[in-house]
């Protein structure tokens, strides 16, 4: 059985029975331990959910290949409502945007590009940074970790979904981007398994490379009366956050690092 050659296509083939025996081999081969296998509908298949313990805490399998990954603003046909947002919105509230939306979004968003990753498991909940971001990398290798690259983060967060947030093109109505209260596909685990990207405030992620952010900007749209469209802006799948990521590796990043998590990932040997 070859976890290497699993890739996201053929995971989404498989029946329950053969994806629980690759996701027992998962847990076998990391002294882990199998917990359950669920899934979710996809027109392709089904997206299976392995979860997997090891050491006290929640990995999920998450099945690799060639992907395609990142956002193309050339290509973005916005929502009527996500228009009206930016320019009604954002514009008006002469915070320095630019005129076409798409011009922000190249800035914001990782170009789209197709690469090919390896089958790993991923944290199902990304924790809080203890040390200094400098600091983490040697911490999570201590134990046998290591952070994701932006390619694995986006990955594993979109789980093959192509639109600007992993539930689809359009922020959920009548709900917001943050607070324990609110509800909608946000807040639910994704495809894959995991709990990330929900919360503005709160699921900001550093990787493996300092210049990407993913999963929150902090509040800084929110609290900056951007207008509803930015607000979310953050949680889309390939939103890097290079302002965050200023933030966090400059001198400012030293004093507030509790403030953004990170999500360990194991390699499958």
């Given at each position: ?5 699993l890739?996201l296509?053929r ?29 979710t ?6 997206t ?29 046909r ?68 290591r ?123």
């Open positions: 059985m070859s976890l290497s050659a890739t296509a995971w989404r083939t498989l029946d329950r029975d053969t994806a629980t025996r690759y996701a027992k081999e998962a847990a076998r081969r990391v002294d882990g331990r199998f917990v359950r296998l669920d899934g509908p996809h027109p392709d298949g089904t299976h959910r392995a979860l997997i313990e090891r050491d006290g805490e929640a990995y999920a399998l998450i099945p690799g290949g060639e992907v395609t990954l990142g956002f193309d603003p050339d290509a973005w916005p929502l009527p409502e996500q228009l009206v947002s930016y320019r009604e919105e954002s514009l008006a509230g002469g915070f320095g945007f630019d005129e076409d939306p798409r011009d922000h979004l190249a800035r914001v968003m990782s170009p789209r590009r197709t690469v090919t990753l390896p089958t790993v498991l991923m944290a199902v909940e990304a924790g809080g940074l203890v040390e200094a971001p400098a600091l983490v990398p040697a911490l999570l290798a201590e134990r046998g970790l952070l994701p690259g932006p390619d694995a983060w986006e990955h594993a967060c979109g789980a093959g979904a192509t639109t600007l947030f992993r539930w689809g093109d359009a922020a959920p109505a009548a709900t917001s981007p943050y607070g324990t209260g609110a509800s909608g596909p946000h807040r639910r685990p994704n495809a894959f398994g995991l709990r990330i990207a929900f919360d503005v405030y709160d699921t900001a992620e550093m990787t493996s490379d300092p210049g990407s952010v993913y999963g929150g900007d902090g509040g800084e749209a929110v609290c900056g009366g951007y207008g509803t469209f930015l607000e979310w802006l953050p949680l889309a799948t390939a939103n890097r956050n290079p302002s965050m990521a200023d933030f966090l590796n400059g001198p400012e990043g030293e004093d507030v690092y509790e403030d953004f998590n990170a999500r360990p990932v194991i390699d499958l040997r």
